[in-house]
């Protein structure tokens, strides 16, 4: 599904991403997990070209982003996207804010568009909603509206960046009981999150970027287990220690 | 000594009290269709203004800084002795028809006006996080379909007080369109005061006028502010 091979990219001088080499299989859940700064926003970002990359190559959904026949507008249908900030659309209700793209890219009709979403509201436990506006929701809300928002255009990959950094600590859970249950039901997924709990149980694979060079690939178990590399060592012990 | 005896009977009824109410309603006419259009001029030159092509972008610099540095009073006598030679046929033919004097203050003061107003779009849209075009983008829209369904939409609600201050200042300007013989308020004012001699009371009940239509004004962009833009901007 996604495969990216000897991919850099620089912010000006900063090499923030530095030959990674990195695959996802279809129904695949990795975590990509680092200190911060260390290029995951940078390299989740790069799917949806959302940053294009300098050198490499990164194929998603069969589609070469550096080619020049890509449509990025309908690769980017095909990618649910969330943000660690929600970013949902302040002027529209939760139920606009879900049926905007499929009615507006997907040509769904308007009934049709809000039947699926009051669906989507239902499987987030936020049918209720439907009529409020953003700033109405609590951070938790907001968040589990924006996952209905993405899979309204049913992704074949849903990316999140940090999705529960933004929240307090009693609305944290609600998020990721969402997002395991997409990941069970077989979508395929890309997370950054510093969640170890969601990792080591809803994840196939962690992978472990530093200064933007993957240091550690492995599966859970293995990763929390017997971490290789020092720097994961070192991280491993800061989010897991109660005091971080 | 003069002295002068105030007569207020004569702008409160008859005949030059209709004269002053038939100027208010031509100077609301004139500033109403004039912010309409200078809405959709001002939306075109503002997405120009921000467009990824440069000659686009440049030709909106331009027009910006042409028509917001030049005096309003010139640029009235401009289209009004002008535009039979640079405007297209169609629209001198469509101005013939009107009254042309009202046609000719329209083209002036929706072009002049069109120009702040494109700018206070493109600081709307500015003011709107990149992250809310990122969210857009992510979705699949183009760019031009995230700023038609996301960005506008939030910067143009962001533009309304600044918009209702443009109409107060066109209903303001408008008073220069009687240079060109538009029968608006101030016009007929004048009208009164050659007329009656009664210059004081004419041109006092045409300041009153203003007075209440900026009030009122004031008043509506306070109740906008305080029912639409801070619930949508509250977190
Ligand atoms: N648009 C940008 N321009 C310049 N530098 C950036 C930009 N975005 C991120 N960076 C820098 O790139 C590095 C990696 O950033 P990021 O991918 O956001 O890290 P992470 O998500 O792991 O915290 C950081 O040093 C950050 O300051
Ligand atoms: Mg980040």
């Known amino acids: ?244 | 000594m003069l002295k002068y005896k105030f007569d207020w009977a004569v702008v409160t009824s008859g005949k030059y009290f209709d004269w002053l109410a038939s100027g208010l309603y031509v100077t609301i006419q004139l500033s109403v269709v004039s912010v309409a259009l200078s809405f959709l001029l001002g939306l075109i030159i503002a997405v120009m203004r921000m467009s990824h092509v440069r000659p686009i972008r440049w030709f909106a610099h331009g027009y910006l800084e042409f028509f917001r540095n030049t005096p309003l009073l010139v640029q009235i006598f401009f289209w009004y002795f002008g535009s039979y030679k640079i405007l297209p046929q169609a629209v001198n033919d469509w101005m013939n028809r009107q009254n042309f004097e009202f046609a000719a203050a329209v083209v002036a003061l929706t072009i002049y006006t069109s120009a702040f107003i494109a700018e206070d779009i493109r600081s709307g849209v500015l003011s709107i996080p990149k992250e809310q075009m990122e969210a857009a983008r992510s979705s699949g829209f183009s760019y031009l379909g995230s700023m038609r369904y996301i960005i506008l939409p939030q910067a143009v609600r962001l533009t309304i007080p600044p918009l209702i201050n443009q109409f107060l200042n066109l209903a303001k300007n408008s008073s220069l369109a009687m240079t060109i013989g538009v029968a608006e308020l101030t016009y007929q004012a004048r009208q009164v005061e050659s007329y009656t001699f009664k210059g004081f009371e004419a041109f006092t009940a045409a300041t009153l006028v203003y007075v209440v239509i900026s009030s009122v004004i004031t008043i509506l962009v306070n109740i906008y502010n305080k029912t639409v833009l801070r619930p949508m901007r509250a977190r």
């Open chain 1, 1 to 244: 599904m996604i495969r990216f091979e000897g991919v850099h990219k620089w912010f000006g001088k900063l090499h923030v991403l530095n030959n990674v080499n990195l695959q996802v299989k279809q129904g695949e859940v990795v975590v990509v997990c680092g200190p911060s700064g260390s290029g995951k926003s940078t390299l989740i970002r790069t799917i949806n070209e959302l940053e294009p990359i300098n050198e490499g190559r990164l194929i998603v959904d069969g589609m070469d982003l550096g080619g020049r026949g890509t449509d990025i507008n309908k690769l980017r249908a095909e990618i649910g996207f969330v943000f660690q900030q929600f970013n949902l659309y302040p002027h529209l209700s939760v139920l606009k804010n879900i049926t905007l793209a499929p009615i507006k890219i997907r040509r769904l009709d308007r009934k049709e568009a809000a039947q699926q979403a009051m669906a989507l509201l239902e499987r987030v436990g936020l049918a209720e909603k439907r009529d409020a506006y953003p700033s109405q929701l609590s951070g938790g809300q907001q968040q589990r509206v924006a996952i209905a928002r993405a899979l309204a255009m049913k992704p074949k990959i849903m990316l999140f960046d940090e999705p529960t950094s933004a929240l307090d600590p009693e609305m944290i859970g609600e998020v990721l009981a969402v997002m395991k249950d997409l990941a069970e039901s077989g979508m395929t997924m890309m997370v950054v999150t510093h969640e170890m709990g969601f990792a080591r149980e809803v994840s196939h694979r962690i992978v472990f970027i530093d200064h933007g060079i993957i240091l550690e690939e492995a599966n859970p178990a293995e990763f929390f287990r017997n971490p290789k590399h020092e720097r994961a060592q070192q991280f491993l012990r800061q989010v897991l220690s109660p005091m971080h």
